[in-house]
């Protein structure tokens, strides 16, 4: 399997874990699976690694990460891909896993869990670490621009450089739209931020610095149209038509140019096919843990907010605990003769390989 993006479908391959969802709990346990040798490949729906740092508040500060008095959501994805690469885990980006089933050991030992995604690689693992946070990932479509897709607009910015000299156009209102829009206008020719209301749903402090930066603020408006030949050149906005006393008034159209348009119109999320795999759930939307993250299926264990119990708290710091405790019992699973502690990592900073 290739360790940098999506690979080709209809692949199979062997691993020890498969960890479904690339949010910071899932690259953490990435990590920790190096560290117990165990090869280990990840799969997520989006596009990008980080799950919902990355998709909703890169650049906000985090300041309840041990360690960290503050650290950017960016930075701190960096450092969790950083953490892992060691491990050279396999990343399988933009596609949700789908299907599984059991298919017996060969050798007799535990039964190989067999995991299809919605490109058809097949994933053989010995067990699965489903860190999905709320579910997968789905950005909310922009209708008027769909059709640039990959040629100008995108859900996400994964990489500022290629906004470098660009007229951007930003749609939305939340934290990742605010954020973005702040990130990119000391490096964009020009920076458009469009909302359809007045309020904004971003951080009252974020809102503040947006209003008091050099970006062109428009509310009350939509993008309804897109243009261009090859690639995305220009968009139209149409003010919100409004009520007044002699009827509906509707603003005039204008039209801007716009190299990079932006979509943070936020995301559904649900757990789509894993409610077909057996795991006991609670309210429909979160897998039920005992103390050692397993969940009712055998192989199958759990970590992070997707995960239920009683005193559960959704904290990242808390997901990394979690998912440490699910790989090292993860690796009893696969070997019973295995230690369930794994030793402090200064004293053995190297993986040590399980028995196969």
């Given at each position: 399997m290739s360790n940098n993006g999506s690979s080709p479908s209809a692949l199979t391959d062997d691993v020890d874990v498969l960890i479904v969802g690339a949010g910071p709990v899932g690259l953490f346990g990435a990590y920790y699976a190096g560290v117990r040798g165990l090869r280990t490949a990840v799969v997520d729906s989006l596009s990008q690694v980080g799950g919902q740092v990355s998709a909703m508040y890169p650049e906000k500060q985090i300041y309840d990460i041990a360690g960290f008095p503050a650290v950017s959501g960016r930075d701190l994805i960096a450092g969790l891909v950083e953490q892992a690469a060691q491990y050279q885990p396999t990343y399988l980006?933009?596609?949700?896993?789908?299907?599984?089933?059991?298919?017996?050991d060969p050798g007799g030992g535990i039964d190989r869990l067999v995991v299809t995604t919605s490109a058809g690689t097949k994933i053989v693992t010995r067990t699965i670490v489903v860190t999905g946070g709320i579910g997968t990932f789905t950005p909310r479509p922009l209708p008027a621009g769909e059709d640039f897709?990959?040629?100008?607009?995108?859900?996400f910015v994964p990489d500022p450089a290629?906004?470098?000299?660009?007229a951007v156009?930003?749609?939305?209102?939340?934290?990742?739209?605010?954020?973005?829009?702040?990130?990119?206008?000391?490096?964009?020719?020009?920076?458009?931020?469009?909302?359809?209301?007045?309020?904004?749903?971003?951080?009252?402090?974020?809102?503040?610095?947006?209003?008091?930066?050099?970006?062109?603020?428009?509310?009350?408006?939509?993008?309804?149209?897109?243009?261009?030949?090859?690639?995305?050149?220009?968009?139209?906005?149409?003010?919100?038509?409004v009520k007044g006393p002699d009827g509906v008034v509707k603003g005039e159209p204008q039209t801007l140019p716009c190299e990079r348009l932006v979509a943070a119109l936020?995301?559904?999320?649900?757990?789509?096919p894993l409610r077909e795999w057996g795991v006991d759930l609670h309210d429909n939307r979160h897998l039920i843990v005992d103390s050692a993250m397993r969940t009712n299926v055998?192989?199958?264990?759990?970590?992070?907010?997707?995960?239920?119990y009683d005193g559960k708290v959704r904290l990242i710091a808390v997901g990394f605990g979690e998912v440490a405790t699910a790989v090292n019992n993860a690796a009893v699973h696969i070997d019973p003769e295995?230690?369930?502690?794994?030793?402090?990592s200064t004293d053995n900073p190297h993986p040590v390989a399980l028995t196969t």
């Open positions: 980006l933009g596609q949700e896993a789908q299907t599984l089933h059991r298919e017996p897709l990959g040629r100008g607009l995108e859900y290629s906004y470098v000299g660009r156009v930003i749609v939305g209102g939340g934290d990742s739209a605010v954020d973005w829009a702040l990130m990119l206008h000391p490096i964009a020719s020009s920076v458009t931020l469009v909302h359809r209301r007045d309020q904004f749903r971003a951080h009252h402090g974020s809102v503040e610095a947006l209003h008091a930066s050099p970006v062109t603020v428009i509310t009350n408006a939509q993008v309804t149209a897109t243009r261009g030949d090859r690639t995305l050149e220009e968009v139209t906005i149409t003010p919100n038509p936020g995301f559904t999320a649900n757990l789509g055998p192989g199958i264990f759990s970590a992070g907010d997707i995960t239920e295995a230690q369930l502690f794994p030793g402090h």
